[in-house]
């Protein structure tokens, strides 16, 4: 890794970031798969395509730092579909331990790890940094109020989907111009 790209994740990131894995996999892909009546390489799939498609409307998202922290997001979800993928949805919890493991020490772990692994590390690494350039744009003296906010952000972003617009033939450019309207 990039020397100035080093992160230190703490204890509270570290609990997200494995909250995140856990909602991706439990919601994501395995309530998901029960309720459309698809298996969950179905839901991989249709994933991965919704991904794609959003990751081509991101430039309606006004705000250039939301822009790249959801773009980061998107692509640490993607990462880690392909991940959970590989070795097999059945297996999650593992995969969160060694994502634990990972985590408690990028820098030393990098080099060792396969694709699916750097590709989410990489995207940690980008919204750690737009994380905190958007922190340093709206008061660093008010990080509580910047984390609800993302953290509204991106639940608005997924309910707004979910809810709403899966499976119009516009849906992503609805979401990014959605986002636009949520406020810190």
Known sequence: MNEKQKIKLNEKILKGLRLLGKGLVEHGILHRSKLKGVTHEQIFQNEYSDMERFRGEMFRIKDPDL????????????????????????????????????????DEKYDGLGREEKELVEALKKYHIYFYRF??????????????????????????YYSELEGKSDDMKQLAEYLNEIKI
């Open 67 to 106: 822009r790249e922290l959801t773009r980061a997001l998107t692509n640490y979800a993607c990462a880690f579909y392909k991940l959970i993928q590989r070795e097999g949805v059945e297996n999650y919890k593992r995969v969160l331990d060694d994502l634990d493991e990972i985590y408690e020490d990028l």
């Open 135 to 160: 922190l340093s744009k709206n008061g660093s003296e008010n990080s509580q109020r910047v984390i609800e906010f993302l953290n509204k952000f991106f639940w608005e972003m997924d309910n707004k």
